[in-house]
């Protein structure tokens, strides 16, 4: 209860103040290239339900037929806005609308695509105990994954078999350390890196 409630609370708070920043982000967005200002997709969340993820629209219409993963931080799928707005993580921003909703929280696994879902373990499926997250263990630990994905020689086979277990990982320690102080700890860390570039 205490979780849902900061959740709710600061989504709201944040979405109040941040209103002139999406509204001069969606002007510059609709400016920069053709399409919709959020990117609305499908994602996996908690008791493993699908629900609508929202994201500023980085990448230019149609980019997903080219691939579900971005590699590498010059992907010519993504717009020039979308470089700064990735960069930064300013493209989470509409997320907030996801925890006000409760599908997402602050702190918690990253939601993930079903056709990667597919590839978990039974024992894996624990994990949608908890709702997904903007930022948690498994997010801080692959902050820089498009790069490392653009340095494998088969992106997709390297996300399968290596970064998805590993993920798994953290968020199986995340759902064993999890409390009310230890998820201010990782946002804390999350908007330090962000800031800093750390």
Known sequence: MIKRGFDFCFALIGLF???PFLILIAICIKIDS???ILFIQERVGKNNLPFCIYKFRTMYVKSQKKGLLTIGN???RVTKIGYFLRKYKIDEWPQLLNIIKADMSFV???PELRYYVNFYKKEDLIIFKLRPGITGLA???YRNEVELLKQAEDPEKFFIETIIPD???YN???LEKSNFFFD???IGITIYRVLFRA
């Open 172 to 174: 199986k320690l995340y």
């Open 108 to 110: 918690g696994p990253r």
């Open 167 to 169: 993920k798994l990982r």
């Open 139 to 141: 997010s801080l630990k």
């Open 17 to 19: 103040f941040l209103l």
């Open 34 to 36: 053709k399409g919709p």
């Open 74 to 76: 010059n992907d010519n």
């Open 184 to 186: 201010l700890k990782l």
